[in-house]
């Protein structure tokens, strides 16, 4: 089975973990970034990942912006946002930039996890 590489750009830092933590049982290859900036220079800039999950709002560099500078420098991996705004307007934009799919905060890991292996194809 091919390992797939999966970031994490999100600025809580406990939400962050037990997503990581979960994506790793799960078998894939975590990285994890605390902002939007963290995550386009130091790791999208420089790897390639199968798999970008965002939150939408964090400090500095949004997942929107994130998503939006990672197209223009072509390296957008797959991307599922995750969102606190329970509005559809910060959903309905992360999807016309390109992003894949959304969650709203709190998720259930299950469902991330289903929908992160759809995403990758792995059904």
């Given at each position: 089975?091919?390992?797939?590489?999966?970031?994490?750009?999100?600025?809580?830092?406990?939400?962050?973990?037990?997503?990581e933590?979960?994506?790793?049982?799960?078998g894939?290859?975590?990285?994890?970034?605390?902002?939007?900036?963290?995550?386009?220079?130091q790791?999208?800039?420089v790897?390639?990942?199968?798999?970008?999950?965002?939150?939408?709002?964090?400090?500095?560099?949004?997942?929107?912006?994130?998503?939006?500078?990672?197209?223009?420098?072509n390296?957008?991996?797959?991307t599922i946002?995750?969102?606190?705004?329970?509005?559809?307007?910060?959903?309905?934009?992360?999807l016309?930039?390109?992003?894949?799919?959304h969650?709203?905060?709190p998720?259930n890991?299950?469902?991330?996890l289903?929908?992160?292996?759809?995403t990758?194809?792995?059904?």
């Open positions: 089975m091919e390992n797939k590489r999966i970031l994490i750009a999100e600025d809580s830092e406990i939400e962050g973990m037990i997503l933590r979960a994506l790793k049982s799960a894939y290859q975590v990285s994890r970034a605390a902002d939007g900036q963290q995550a386009l220079e790791h999208l800039a790897s390639k990942f199968d798999l970008l999950i965002t939150d939408i709002s964090m400090p500095g560099l949004s997942g929107i912006e994130l998503i939006w500078h990672a197209r223009e420098r390296v957008l991996p797959p946002v995750l969102t606190s705004n329970k509005s559809e307007e910060a959903s309905l934009k992360s016309e930039i390109g992003a894949l799919d969650l709203t905060k998720y890991l299950p469902l991330i289903a929908k992160v292996k759809i990758l194809g792995r059904t």
